[in-house]
Nanobody, 126 residues
Framework: QVQLVESGGGLVQAGGSLRLSCAAS????????MAWFRQAPGKERDIVAS????????YYADSVKGRFTISRDNAKNTVVLQMSSLKPEDTAVYYC???????????????????WGQGTQVTVSS
């Protein structure tokens, strides 16, 4: 089992920045693909960004390209989502996800990720 704990959410004004962190523990091997998803009220859970096992391949949703950056530190079993130029439409609960597949890719589909954190709220005021 892998446990994921997100931190760093909060309230920020439009145009501001936030940094989300996800700490993985348990049976991690540092070779899993990891991702951030988000879910706004009444909407489906959507991909925000993902990163492959080595950090060499990343994927971003079109809505966050150029504003968000995903990175990982396998030695510390953490993945970070740096968010800047935030917009009110970025308001959502953000979830960290990890895949059990070794040498995983930067997948965008939620079904590829077996482990999920509890989520952290990000609210962007206008």
């Amino acid at each position: 089992q892998v446990q994921l704990v997100e931190s760093g959410g909060g309230l920020v004004q439009a145009g501001g920045s936030l940094r989300l962190s996800c700490a993985a523990s348990g049976r991690t091997n540092g070779a899993s693909a990891m991702a951030w998803f988000r879910q706004a009220p009444g909407k489906e859970r959507d991909i925000v960004a993902s990163i492959n096992w080595s950090g060499g391949t990343v994927y971003y949703a079109d809505s966050v390209k150029g504003r968000f950056t995903i990175s990982r530190d396998n030695a510390k079993n953490t993945v970070v989502l740096q968010m800047s130029s935030l917009k009110p439409e970025d308001t959502a609960v953000y979830y960290c996800a990890a895949s059990n597949a070794v040498f995983g890719s930067a997948w965008s589909q939620s079904w590829r990720y077996e482990y999920w954190g509890q989520g952290t709220q990000v609210t962007v005021s206008s």
